[in-house]
């Protein structure tokens, strides 16, 4: 059964590196192609897609937030994870972590349980 | 840039039927947007419930459907429970590998 549980420091400050890590159990990252991606939920609103990458570390991005955000995979650990740089308040939000298809439009299949982060000093 | 958009709000008599849908600010949603639906409920993580218009994600039951009408993609609910109550989110792929979620629909159950 698959499990995705996001880990990483609930707070930071403003103008840090926000950096977390998804560790997936029950399936392995490196054995097939699906694209594991990043999504967050600020309090009280939307989901907000951050970006996508797959075993062989295609990367896709966020227009908005391309100019601050890294993910990458460790096929070692069956890990993958996210940095987010020059951190704002506006930064703040719930980050899921989440198992996608074979193809990046094909949607998230699989999400973790989520874990918030908080930007301030 | 295009904004994708979905009522903010909906509600529907327990056992009737209600359709959302998700469009676009600017042009027509079709098949090849790939629009996929997913629910969430307060405090939860989103639950996956159709991809690729509507192909129904494992477990989920046929009560919920997806197509598109007209130039929106919907996603209908029939005998709706108390427990759809929540909040619906659509997402849409935008080519070049984007993907952009709809600012969700509210849907009350009463």
């Known amino acids: 059964q698959l499990q995705l549980q996001e880990s990483g420091p609930g707070l930071v400050k403003p103008s840090e590196t926000l950096s977390l890590t998804c560790t997936v159990s029950?399936?392995?990252?490196?054995?097939?192609?699906?694209?594991w991606g990043w999504i967050r939920q600020p309090p009280g609103k939307g989901l907000e897609w951050i970006g996508s990458?797959?075993?062989?570390?295609?990367?896709y991005y966020n227009p908005s937030l391309k100019n601050r955000v890294t993910i990458y995979v460790d096929t070692s650990k069956n890990q993958f994870s996210l940095k987010l740089r020059s951190v704002t308040a506006a930064d703040t939000a719930v980050y899921y972590c989440?198992?996608?298809?074979?193809?990046?439009?094909?949607?998230?299949?699989?999400w973790g349980q989520g874990t918030l982060v908080t930007v301030s000093t | 840039q295009t904004v994708v958009t979905q009522e903010p709000s909906f509600s529907v008599s327990p056992g009737g039927t209600v359709t959302l849908t998700c469009g676009l600010s600017?042009?027509?949603?079709?098949?090849?947007?790939?629009p996929s639906w997913y629910q969430q409920t307060p405090g939860q993580a989103p639950r996956t419930l159709i991809y690729?218009?509507?192909t129904r994600s494992s477990g989920v039951p046929d009560r919920f459907s997806g197509s598109i009408l007209g130039n929106k993609a919907a996603l209908t609910i029939t005998g709706a429970r108390a427990d759809d109550e929540s909040d619906y989110y659509c997402?849409?792929?935008?080519?070049?590998?984007?993907?952009?979620f709809g600012g969700g629909t509210k849907l009350t159950v009463l």
């Open positions: 990458i797959n075993y062989s570390g295609s990367t």
């Open positions: 989440a198992r996608q298809g074979l193809t990046i439009f094909r949607g998230v299949t699989s």
């Open positions: 690729s218009t509507n």
């Open positions: 029950g399936d392995s990252i490196s054995s097939n192609s699906y694209y």
């Open positions: 600017s042009g027509s949603v079709s098949t090849n947007y790939f």
């Open positions: 997402m849409l792929y935008m080519g070049s590998g984007i993907l952009v």
